[in-house]
Protein backbone atom coordinates (compact mmCIF):
# COMPACT_ATOMS: atom_id res chain seq x y z
CA UNK A 1 0.00 0.00 0.00
CA UNK A 2 3.07 2.33 0.64
CA UNK A 3 4.33 1.77 -2.66
CA UNK A 4 1.03 2.59 -4.52
CA UNK A 5 0.45 5.52 -2.43
CA UNK A 6 4.31 6.67 -3.88
CA UNK A 7 3.25 5.42 -7.13
CA UNK A 8 -0.08 7.23 -7.81
CA UNK A 9 1.52 10.27 -6.01
CA UNK A 10 4.12 10.09 -8.44
CA UNK A 11 1.98 9.59 -12.09
CA UNK A 12 -0.65 12.84 -11.08
CA UNK A 13 2.50 14.41 -10.84
CA UNK A 14 3.96 13.68 -13.80
CA UNK A 15 0.79 13.92 -15.35
CA UNK A 16 -0.14 16.85 -14.39
CA UNK A 17 3.60 18.49 -15.24
CA UNK A 18 3.05 16.80 -18.59
CA UNK A 19 -0.26 18.83 -19.17
CA UNK A 20 1.53 21.74 -18.00
CA UNK A 21 4.67 21.76 -20.68
CA UNK A 22 1.93 21.46 -23.31
CA UNK A 23 0.20 24.15 -22.55
CA UNK A 24 3.42 26.33 -22.93
CA UNK A 25 4.66 24.10 -25.80
CA UNK A 26 1.61 23.64 -28.27
CA UNK A 27 0.74 27.73 -28.54
CA UNK A 28 4.51 28.07 -29.91
CA UNK A 29 4.84 25.10 -31.90
CA UNK A 30 1.19 27.06 -33.15
CA UNK A 31 2.33 30.39 -33.44
CA UNK A 32 5.58 28.83 -36.08
CA UNK A 33 2.92 27.26 -37.52
CA UNK A 34 1.22 30.16 -38.84
CA UNK A 35 4.92 32.12 -39.76
CA UNK A 36 5.04 29.31 -42.21
CA UNK A 37 1.41 29.96 -43.80
CA UNK A 38 -0.66 27.15 -42.06
CA UNK A 39 -3.39 30.06 -40.59
CA UNK A 40 -6.15 27.58 -41.03
CA UNK A 41 -4.31 24.47 -39.81
CA UNK A 42 -3.40 26.89 -36.64
CA UNK A 43 -6.80 27.77 -35.95
CA UNK A 44 -8.04 24.15 -36.20
CA UNK A 45 -5.31 22.31 -34.30
CA UNK A 46 -4.42 24.65 -31.35
CA UNK A 47 -7.94 24.33 -29.48
CA UNK A 48 -8.37 20.53 -30.41
CA UNK A 49 -4.96 19.37 -29.29
CA UNK A 50 -4.88 21.55 -26.10
CA UNK A 51 -8.61 20.30 -25.49
CA UNK A 52 -7.88 16.40 -25.91
CA UNK A 53 -4.58 16.64 -23.87
CA UNK A 54 -6.05 18.04 -21.13
CA UNK A 55 -9.20 15.95 -21.47
CA UNK A 56 -7.15 12.67 -20.93
CA UNK A 57 -5.12 13.91 -18.94
CA UNK A 58 -8.20 14.28 -16.38
CA UNK A 59 -9.59 10.77 -17.32
CA UNK A 60 -6.44 9.17 -16.46
CA UNK A 61 -6.74 10.92 -12.71
CA UNK A 62 -10.22 10.55 -12.17
CA UNK A 63 -11.33 7.80 -13.80
CA UNK A 64 -8.61 5.39 -14.62
CA UNK A 65 -6.29 5.42 -11.73
CA UNK A 66 -9.44 4.86 -9.22
CA UNK A 67 -10.14 1.96 -11.42
CA UNK A 68 -7.44 0.47 -10.75
CA UNK A 69 -7.03 1.06 -7.60
CA UNK A 70 -10.29 -0.54 -7.08
CA UNK A 71 -9.44 -3.52 -9.10
CA UNK A 72 -6.49 -3.85 -6.63
CA UNK A 73 -8.61 -3.67 -3.41
CA UNK A 74 -10.54 -5.82 -4.75
CA UNK A 75 -7.93 -8.51 -5.73
CA UNK A 76 -6.14 -8.30 -2.32
CA UNK A 77 -9.36 -8.78 -0.78
CA UNK A 78 -9.97 -12.16 -3.14
CA UNK A 79 -6.98 -13.60 -1.99
CA UNK A 80 -6.62 -13.08 1.90
CA UNK A 81 -10.17 -14.03 1.97
CA UNK A 82 -11.81 -17.67 1.56
CA UNK A 83 -14.98 -16.31 2.02
CA UNK A 84 -15.21 -13.12 -0.51
CA UNK A 85 -14.17 -14.23 -3.97
CA UNK A 86 -14.11 -11.62 -6.27
CA UNK A 87 -11.21 -12.11 -8.10
CA UNK A 88 -13.40 -11.98 -11.77
CA UNK A 89 -14.78 -7.87 -10.60
CA UNK A 90 -11.25 -7.41 -9.97
CA UNK A 91 -9.96 -8.55 -13.61
CA UNK A 92 -13.37 -6.78 -15.09
CA UNK A 93 -11.91 -3.51 -13.74
CA UNK A 94 -8.18 -3.76 -15.00
CA UNK A 95 -9.27 -5.06 -17.95
CA UNK A 96 -12.16 -2.30 -18.19
CA UNK A 97 -8.91 0.32 -17.67
CA UNK A 98 -6.88 -0.87 -20.64
CA UNK A 99 -9.20 -0.63 -22.96
CA UNK A 100 -10.48 2.82 -22.46
CA UNK A 101 -6.93 3.66 -22.19
CA UNK A 102 -6.43 2.27 -25.88
CA UNK A 103 -10.10 3.60 -27.22
CA UNK A 104 -9.28 7.41 -25.95
CA UNK A 105 -5.66 7.12 -27.61
CA UNK A 106 -7.02 5.73 -30.55
CA UNK A 107 -9.55 8.43 -30.99
CA UNK A 108 -6.85 10.99 -29.90
CA UNK A 109 -4.50 10.06 -32.76
CA UNK A 110 -7.46 9.67 -35.37
CA UNK A 111 -9.13 13.01 -34.76
CA UNK A 112 -5.71 15.25 -35.05
CA UNK A 113 -4.84 12.63 -38.07
CA UNK A 114 -8.23 13.67 -39.80
CA UNK A 115 -8.37 17.68 -38.66
CA UNK A 116 -4.34 18.20 -39.66
CA UNK A 117 -4.94 16.46 -43.03
CA UNK A 118 -7.77 18.37 -44.12
CA UNK A 119 -6.53 21.77 -43.16
CA UNK A 120 -3.38 21.20 -44.66
CA UNK A 121 -4.19 20.60 -47.81
CA UNK A 122 -6.14 23.99 -47.57
CA UNK A 123 -3.31 25.69 -46.16
CA UNK A 124 -1.19 24.58 -48.95
CA UNK A 125 -3.36 25.69 -51.77
CA UNK A 126 -4.33 29.45 -50.17
CA UNK A 127 -0.66 30.03 -49.98
CA UNK A 128 -0.07 28.78 -53.48
CA UNK A 129 -2.24 30.94 -54.55
CA UNK A 130 -1.30 33.99 -52.56
CA UNK A 131 2.47 33.83 -53.91
CA UNK A 132 1.53 33.14 -57.58
CA UNK A 133 -0.87 36.39 -57.06
CA UNK A 134 2.07 38.43 -55.70
CA UNK A 135 4.17 37.60 -58.03
CA UNK A 136 2.31 38.42 -60.88
CA UNK A 137 0.13 41.29 -59.90
CA UNK A 138 2.93 43.20 -58.16
CA UNK A 139 4.64 44.98 -60.72
CA UNK A 140 8.68 44.94 -60.80
CA UNK A 141 8.95 43.51 -56.73
CA UNK A 142 6.52 40.97 -57.45
CA UNK A 143 8.76 37.80 -57.63
CA UNK A 144 11.31 39.35 -55.24
CA UNK A 145 8.72 39.27 -52.47
CA UNK A 146 7.28 35.75 -53.83
CA UNK A 147 10.97 34.50 -53.06
CA UNK A 148 11.44 36.00 -50.30
CA UNK A 149 8.11 34.74 -48.56
CA UNK A 150 9.66 31.81 -49.70
CA UNK A 151 12.71 31.85 -47.70
CA UNK A 152 11.48 33.60 -44.45
CA UNK A 153 8.79 30.51 -44.32
CA UNK A 154 11.51 27.99 -45.07
CA UNK A 155 13.72 29.44 -41.88
CA UNK A 156 10.68 29.42 -39.71
CA UNK A 157 9.75 26.09 -40.36
CA UNK A 158 13.38 24.96 -39.53
CA UNK A 159 13.37 26.60 -36.25
CA UNK A 160 9.29 25.40 -35.75
CA UNK A 161 10.82 21.39 -36.46
CA UNK A 162 13.96 22.43 -34.04
CA UNK A 163 11.17 23.37 -30.84
CA UNK A 164 9.66 20.53 -31.40
CA UNK A 165 12.13 17.95 -31.65
CA UNK A 166 13.31 19.70 -28.25
CA UNK A 167 9.82 19.72 -27.11
CA UNK A 168 10.28 15.45 -27.46
CA UNK A 169 13.22 15.63 -25.67
CA UNK A 170 11.76 17.18 -22.57
CA UNK A 171 8.52 14.95 -22.53
CA UNK A 172 11.12 11.94 -22.78
CA UNK A 173 12.81 13.39 -19.69
CA UNK A 174 9.96 14.22 -17.80
CA UNK A 175 8.45 10.58 -18.44
CA UNK A 176 11.96 8.64 -18.20
CA UNK A 177 12.51 8.40 -14.23
CA UNK A 178 8.81 7.42 -13.20
CA UNK A 179 8.65 4.71 -16.02
CA UNK A 180 12.19 3.20 -14.90
CA UNK A 181 11.00 3.17 -11.15
CA UNK A 182 7.26 1.33 -12.21
CA UNK A 183 9.21 -0.67 -14.53
CA UNK A 184 11.20 -1.56 -11.41
CA UNK A 185 8.51 -2.13 -9.38
CA UNK A 186 6.90 -4.49 -11.80
CA UNK A 187 10.10 -6.39 -12.36
CA UNK A 188 10.65 -6.93 -8.43
CA UNK A 189 7.03 -8.34 -7.69
CA UNK A 190 6.91 -10.60 -10.45
CA UNK A 191 10.89 -11.57 -9.39
CA UNK A 192 9.21 -12.08 -5.70
CA UNK A 193 6.73 -13.92 -6.86
CA UNK A 194 8.46 -16.25 -8.90
CA UNK A 195 11.17 -16.80 -6.04
CA UNK A 196 8.66 -17.78 -3.07
CA UNK A 197 6.61 -19.95 -5.01
CA UNK A 198 8.25 -23.15 -3.80
CA UNK A 199 8.27 -22.21 0.16
CA UNK A 200 5.24 -19.54 0.32
CA UNK A 201 1.00 -19.94 0.35
CA UNK A 202 -0.44 -20.11 -3.33
CA UNK A 203 -2.33 -16.83 -2.40
CA UNK A 204 0.60 -15.04 -1.45
CA UNK A 205 2.07 -15.84 -4.60
CA UNK A 206 -1.42 -15.18 -6.72
CA UNK A 207 -1.41 -11.78 -4.63
CA UNK A 208 2.17 -10.74 -5.70
CA UNK A 209 1.61 -11.32 -9.11
CA UNK A 210 -1.71 -9.58 -9.29
CA UNK A 211 0.24 -6.28 -7.48
CA UNK A 212 2.82 -6.66 -10.69
CA UNK A 213 0.03 -6.64 -13.27
CA UNK A 214 -1.35 -3.50 -11.66
CA UNK A 215 2.33 -2.07 -12.04
CA UNK A 216 1.89 -3.22 -15.38
CA UNK A 217 -1.21 -1.16 -16.05
CA UNK A 218 -0.13 1.70 -13.81
CA UNK A 219 3.18 1.19 -16.39
CA UNK A 220 1.47 1.46 -19.69
CA UNK A 221 -1.31 4.44 -18.42
CA UNK A 222 2.45 6.14 -18.36
CA UNK A 223 3.75 5.41 -21.34
CA UNK A 224 0.52 6.15 -23.05
CA UNK A 225 0.19 9.71 -22.02
CA UNK A 226 4.23 10.00 -22.81
CA UNK A 227 3.58 8.69 -26.30
CA UNK A 228 0.11 10.84 -26.64
CA UNK A 229 2.21 13.55 -26.49
CA UNK A 230 5.22 12.90 -28.10
CA UNK A 231 2.77 11.59 -31.24
CA UNK A 232 1.28 15.04 -30.69
CA UNK A 233 3.91 17.48 -31.25
CA UNK A 234 5.07 14.76 -34.22
CA UNK A 235 2.03 15.62 -35.73
CA UNK A 236 1.56 19.35 -35.26
CA UNK A 237 5.51 19.21 -36.95
CA UNK A 238 3.92 16.66 -39.80
CA UNK A 239 0.99 19.29 -40.15
CA UNK A 240 2.70 22.10 -40.99
CA UNK A 241 5.31 20.33 -43.18
CA UNK A 242 2.72 18.91 -45.29
CA UNK A 243 1.17 22.09 -46.13
CA UNK A 244 4.89 23.54 -47.56
CA UNK A 245 4.72 19.66 -49.73
CA UNK A 246 1.20 21.03 -51.27
CA UNK A 247 2.80 23.98 -51.90
Given at each position: MSNFADIIKLIKDTIQNLVGFSHTLIPILITLMMTTGNITSASVVQPILLFLITFIGNIITTVLLPLTLVGTTL???SKISDRVQIGKLSKYFKSTTVWILGVTLTLFVGILSLEGTLSSSVDGIT???AKVAVSNFIPVVGKILGDA?????GCSNILKNAVGIVGVI?????CIVPII???ILMATYYLVSAVCEPIADEKIISLLSQIGDTFKILLATLAAICVML???ITLVIKISNSGLMYR
Open positions: SIIAKTVDTVIIVIGIKLTIIG
